[in-house]
């Protein structure tokens, strides 16, 4: 189940720092607080005091932490574990830690295998831990999936592109019209076919042009030019 040996892992640009907190949260849409207290851990109060919950995610470089485009990929996979079951933290650390024991991979959370065994572990391990009910189970794997089928993965089994979530892709589930990859556009949101970043378009549309011109100058179609401002806006 151990991924394929990567010699230059620590050297890959995937890996390198950069995106602040506030911009990873502002691409994939979770809240910065949120995404905070899964890079850096957060206070919590116990009986004598208070207490520091661990990190979900290790940032490529801290203090302060910026984070990779791996770890994009991360918080993209927490995103559909975490934000929309508000669990305690320490529950889905210790699925992730005992499915990285039992089955011997090492960064879980970036592995293809998450589609398959190790998805169910996970699954398996998390439900248990925060006594999901069977309905919520398979809600829970039904988001954790549809969140998967937006990360492609090269072949030693990295993940290489992120599709995030848009306002057409959360009414029509396949559609893929922004993507981030860390070796095109410096790993800022792009127009999938087209490798223009949606800031670069929604900067063209707040200074005046219209639509029609702009998909006329890029060649592209009105309604990718309104993906890229819908995702900008709402992002």
């Known amino acids: 189940m151990e991924r394929a040996a990567f010699p230059m892992v620590k050297l890959d640009i995937r890996n390198q720092p950069a995106y602040t907190v506030a911009e990873a949260a502002r691409y994939l849409k979770v809240a910065p607080a949120t995404l905070r207290s899964w890079v850096v851990g957060r206070p919590y109060p116990t009986g004598s005091g208070t207490a ?27 995103r559909s574990l975490r934000t929309d079951h508000r669990v305690p933290m320490d529950a889905l650390r210790r699925a992730i830690a005992y499915a990285e024991k039992s ?28 006594e ?9 794997r039904r988001l954790f999936n549809d969140h998967l089928d937006r990360v492609e993965w090269d072949e030693w089994r990295f993940p290489v592109r992120l599709y995030p979530f848009t306002s057409s892709g959360m009414t029509v589930p396949h559609a893929r019209p922004v993507a981030i990859a860390a070796n095109v556009a410096f790993g800022r949101p792009m127009l999938a ?37 819908l995702y900008e806006r709402a992002a």
Do not use: C
């Open 52 to 78: 520091h919950s661990k990190a979900l995610i290790h940032p490529a470089k801290a203090p302060p932490p910026i984070l990779s485009f791996w770890n994009l990929i991360e918080a993209h996979v927490l």
């Open 103 to 130: 089955l011997r991979i090492d960064r879980l959370l970036l592995g293809p295998e998450l589609r398959t065994d190790a998805g169910k572990v996970l699954l398996e391990r998390y439900g248990q831990l925060i």
């Open 132 to 140: 999901l009910s069977a309905s919520g189970q398979i809600a829970m």
């Open 193 to 229: 076919q087209s490798g223009i970043t949606t800031s670069a378009i929604a900067e063209r549309i707040d200074a005046g042009e219209g639509i029609a011109d702009l998909a006329e100058d890029y060649g592209l179609t009105p309604a990718e030019i309104e993906d890229a401002v």
